[in-house]
């Protein structure tokens, strides 16, 4: 099975500055896809990016950008002008086969006013 | 995005019940799945659906069976529920819009089932 880890179980950031949260993955495949996902305390799970692997290029998605690096098997998550809003668990997941994701343990971040 | 909702969204049960939880989808989507969340685990995938009358098992599927009789509808039963079946259930569809790409999860609000 595949598989996803994200080392850092909790993580803070100042309001307005920029934080990274890190997602590591074990896989054999060349294709596949990976994303972000979102769970405020309201407990909906909420896409926040997507990016394909054969796509050199970093999804970006207003002040969420990743930084995909395929030889390393590394998706980062970074979170440019932190908002009281980001407060939540992120979690990343990957998927080549697309009838199941594997996802991390998840990242709880705090914003901090 | 499609709608999709999840019933009950609390349920507390007693240890040796059946439980059934519901999951609808308003959209047509071919693929439907179960997963829970735990602490320390993620979500983790219990069994999905490929179409009516057509389902598989994932990764954590011991002690859960599922039906889906119509398009719209995925249910996930818990025989006889046991304390290590306390978990938030989470349904969810696949977005992949038959381009062949993958366009991630669209995701239930959740079940927090409480069995005691």
């Known amino acids: 099975a595949q598989t996803v880890t994200q080392s850092q179980p909790e993580m803070s950031v100042q309001e307005a500055e920029t934080v990274t949260l890190s997602c590591t993955y074990d896989t054999s495949e060349s294709d596949y896809y990976l994303f972000w996902y979102k769970q405020p305390p309201s407990r909906q799970m909420i896409l926040v990016i997507r990016q394909e692997a054969y796509k050199q290029q970093n999804a970006t998605e207003n002040r969420f950008s990743v930084n995909f690096q395929k030889a390393a098997k590394s998706f980062s998550l970074k979170i440019s002008d932190s908002q009281l809003g980001d407060a939540a668990m992120y979690f990343c997941a990957y998927t080549d086969t697309g009838n199941q994701f594997y996802f991390g343990t998840g990242t709880s971040l705090t914003v901090i006013p | 995005d499609a709608g999709i909702t999840q019933s009950p969204r609390h349920k507390v049960t007693e240890t040796g019940t059946p439980v059934t939880l519901r999951c609808h989808q308003t959209?047509?989507?071919?693929?439907m799945y179960w997963y829970r969340q735990d602490p320390g685990h993620g979500l983790r995938l219990i069994h999905y659906s490929y179409g009516v009358k057509d389902t598989d098992k994932g990764e954590v599927s011991d002690g859960y069976s599922v039906s889906r009789s119509k398009t719209e509808d995925f249910l996930l039963t818990l025989e006889s529920a046991t304390s290590s079946q306390t978990s938030v259930y989470f349904c969810?569809?696949?977005?992949?819009?038959?381009?062949?790409?993958?366009?991630?999860?669209?995701f239930g609000s959740g079940t927090r089932l409480t069995v005691v």
């Open positions: 959209e047509n989507h071919r693929y």
């Open positions: 969810a569809i696949s977005e992949s819009k038959g381009t062949g790409s993958n366009y991630g999860y669209t």
